[in-house]
């Protein structure tokens, strides 16, 4: 028979074993509570964020909507939208948001011809491709010549066009990009994001870096018509691109420009600058006066947590605006 020590010994040991494993449950289970309390507040801080956003794109919609209530058959950068950057304190943190006019840049998916148009449209979509090799050449990239400019449109245009042909010596199929070590098929449709750049064969990252402020992309539409009104004048690469003239001259056009613009693209090129020039009138149609893209890019802050979301709006009539697109993070 075990002495009454060696008893009492074991049941101590067997107590302090059960209180250590009590406090390491209590431990794990205090440590999930708060883990799940800093989850659940995660949550909400970044759905309050999220709404937060969407206020400022209603209300982006009410400052477009003010703006053409004023003025209706011009937009120019002297009204409401136009105001660049702005932020505005809310309880917990803050809303910034920037309109810009997507008309003010080159699309991109202009490049791009539907079967159906090929005969009455060949020649305005030839002008964007144009525009767009041009302004390739005109920035001056290092690596980049007219040669690789036309190399990059023809890559672009494959990717865009409805047809598994090859459209020059610079384009890239199905059987191009199927051969790649990770293999993918060409969109065959417009592009949804400057970003998808990044996978068409000739561009590199330098370049979509340098093209990225001079072009931008219309969700689902191939429309070519560049505002001339809000063509910020620092991308005068832009319109010697649009209408091939040479640099001083597209200076001296976007410094001769007043601050509310042009009241038709009549005015525009009747400016001295240009009457020197034998510009077409296929070129002038490139040109508009009024726009009905507009990009609002936002960022809003509650607590700790942060949300970006960039919106598409299109003017439809009667000056309604419509949201055509999100996404969710940065550019």
Known sequence: MKPLSAVKGVALISVMLIVALSSILATQMTARLILQMQRADNISS???????????????????????????????LEQPWAQGENT?????G??????????????????????NQEGQ??????LARTAFE?????LNLENVSQFEAEYMADALTDWLDENGGIASAGGAEDNDYSAKEFAYLPANHYLASLKELRIIEHFSIKTINAIKEYVCVLPNTNLHKININTVNAEHVELLMALLVIPRDVAEQVLSARESEGFST?????????????????????????????????????????????NSIMKVAENN???????????D
């Open 46 to 76: 970044n759905q309050q964020a999220y709404w937060y956003a969407m206020s400022a794109e209603a209300f982006a919609k009410r400052v477009l909507i003010t703006s053409f209530e004023q003025e209706d058959k011009v937009t120019n």
């Open 88 to 92: 505005y304190p809310v309880e917990f």
């Open 94 to 115: 803050e809303i910034t948001g920037e309109i810009t006019d997507l008309q003010a840049c080159l699309n991109l998916n202009a490049l791009r011809m539907e079967k």
């Open 121 to 126: 449209d060949r020649s305005k979509k030839l």
């Open 134 to 138: 041009e302004l390739l050449t005109a």
């Open 265 to 309: 693209t009549d005015d525009f090129f009747k400016l001295p600058e240009l009457t020197k020039y034998k510009i077409t009138d296929e070129q002038k149609e490139q040109f508009v006066v009024d726009s009905e893209y507009f990009k609002l890019k936002t960022t809003a802050s509650f607590n700790n947590s942060y949300f970006s979301l």
């Open 320 to 330: 309604q605006i419509n949201v055509i697109s999100r996404t969710i993070g940065r």
